[in-house]
């Protein structure tokens, strides 16, 4: 699998933004290495975006565990349903959800994009549907760190380009690999 063939699955504006919003299929690839050397309950991808991560790791992975996503934006959880049923692929479930307001708790293992930076100002945003803010961006931080403190102990987060932070309060940084295209690490809830 390569980027430009999972990525030709996506409609033209989703398409060009896929370096900087999507996981790199090495990157995944890279997770689905790590997942197989650990007892997965199952996985949830916070801020799925169009189902790239839980859609390729669902396709290596091949009903090991569970995969759930979840995206607040409609049209991109409207993309991700439709490239599930249109790869056909199982054992993934989208939901449509603001994971600040609703905190999906019970999985073992969470991973995360840096979802929150869309609210920093940058390049290559999805859209302009939401506030940029230093602000908002700090106070959603608190909300992200607060709800995976309450996780339980064993927990572990995956993120690929970080979560936000750097101090994630109740976790430890168990591994730390600078991949070609980004930082990847996996914290554990201590
Ligand atoms: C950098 S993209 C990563 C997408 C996906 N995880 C991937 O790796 O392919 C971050 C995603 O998080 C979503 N997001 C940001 N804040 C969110 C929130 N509070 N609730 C749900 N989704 C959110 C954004 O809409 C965006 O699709």
Redesign the pocket.
């Known amino acids: 699998m390569t980027d430009q063939i999972w990525d030709s699955n996506l409609p033209a504006k989703y398409k060009s933004i896929s370096t900087?919003?999507?996981?790199p299929v090495q990157?995944?690839e890279f997770t689905w290495q790590y997942l197989q050397t650990q007892s997965v309950s199952s996985i949830l991808?916070?801020?799925?975006?169009?189902?790239?991560?839980?859609l390729y790791l669902a396709k290596l992975a091949n009903g090991n565990f569970p995969i759930y996503?979840?995206?607040?934006?409609l049209d991109?959880y409207k993309v991700s349903e439709s490239l599930k049923t249109k790869l056909k692929l199982e054992g993934v479930v989208f939901n449509h959800?603001?994971?600040?307001?609703n905190f999906p708790f019970g999985h073992s293992h969470y991973?995360?994009?840096?979802?929150?930076?869309?609210?920093m100002k940058g390049n290559y945003s999805?859209d302009f549907e939401?506030e940029k803010s230093a602000n908002l961006f700090l106070k959603?931080l608190q909300i992200?760190k607060s709800n995976l403190l309450k996780c339980k102990t064993g927990t572990k987060v995956i993120t690929?380009?970080g979560f936000g932070g750097s101090i994630l309060p109740g976790f430890r940084i168990l591994m730390k690999k600078e991949l070609e295209l980004g930082e990847w690490m996996v914290w554990e809830r201590d």
Do not use: A
């Open positions: 900087y919003q999507w996981t990157v995944i991808d916070l801020g799925s975006g169009v189902g790239k991560f839980c996503g979840i995206e607040d934006r991109l959800e603001d994971f600040l307001v991973y995360l994009f840096n979802p929150l930076y869309e609210t999805i939401k959603n992200l690929y380009h």
